[in-house]
């Protein structure tokens, strides 16, 4: 169609109607409006697998944060991310704190005193949690708090665990601080599980997976709206069992649809094209990079689990792996913090990818 094409696969793009996030995006919208600042909600992971749009949605609490008067910071987990967090709140708070405040780096040491030093020749003396006390110094008089949101959180990075150490003291403090941050299962389970920063534990976990298909034919016909368009019934039937409830399917379908189409109400035959051209991305972008990540023995415990039109008990997994059960369940421990298994109860296991 002429009209500018209205869906977002483009990795962290917001969408334009988040499907089945309505009361994740609710209680934080409610969280930054505090103005007690009091919430559980402010120290929040987001954990799933990838395409489930944890960083669009990082994204979205970022500009809900804005809205509410918040300075924010958004970066990403790896090295120089500290650094990062200074320079995009003294941009962000650039008409609030002192303009003379150095914002070029001219150079760093990181250890037990993080320093840095700007073209100006002024060091930016302390280590990072008093730089950071220098910022909310700078804002209070403005009643403004700090939000830091970090995506892609992993394991072992020395940055990430003195963000969140300095971060608890901060809450301590009584300090207007927020921290959001987004991972992959495995990679939040076991910075969770490292001593030096255990206080995530207490952070509010939300899951981000799968969405039903109500949500997601609600999304589908609100973009869709956006531009003027409609969708005949039988295409958004075979649209909504592609996108099987996986969030980055929902926007590629939605865009390959949409560019296959000449003219509203999107026909089947452009649904079906549009699939087949979804399905291909999807496959060779998060699917692979996901697969790759797994062994020979997850690979079985997913093949023994295809059968099953609904959830698998671990039992049957077992039977058709030809292995006994505590066997089977090294491989589903594996998988459930890949984020490519979720566990249903009762013994009973999803595969959370299309």
Known sequence: MEAPNPFTPSFGRIPAHFAGRGSLLTAMAKALADEGRTSPDLVTMLVGPRGTGKTALLGSIGQEATAHGWIVAQVTANDGMLVDVIERLQEAAADLIDPSTPTRIKSLSIGSNFAVEFDQGTPYAGNWRTQMN????????Y????????DEVQRNCAELETLTQAFQHFLTE?????LVMAGLPSEVSAMVSSKIVSFLRRARHRHIGRIGNADVEVALRKTLADE?????????????????GFPYMLQLVGYWMWEESLASP????DAQRGIRLATNELRDGVLAAT???LSNGDLRFLEAMLPDEGPSTLADIAKRM???????????????????????????????LP
Do not use: C, H, W
């Open 134 to 141: 220098r910022l909310f110094a700078q804002l209070e008089p």
């Open 143 to 150: 009643g403004s708090g700090i939000l830091i949101t970090v």
């Open 174 to 178: 009584g300090k207007p601080a927020a």
């Open 228 to 244: 003027g368009a409609t969708i005949n019934e039988d295409a958004m039937a075979a649209a909504v069992a592609a996108i099987d």
């Open 266 to 269: 999107i026909a089947l035959e």
């Open 291 to 293: 697969y790759r990540e």
């Open 322 to 352: 030809g292995v006994q059960s505590n066997y089977a369940s090294k491989y589903k421990k594996r998988l459930i913090e890949a984020g490519v298994v979720g566990d249903v109860g009762q013994s009973r296991y999803t595969v959370e």
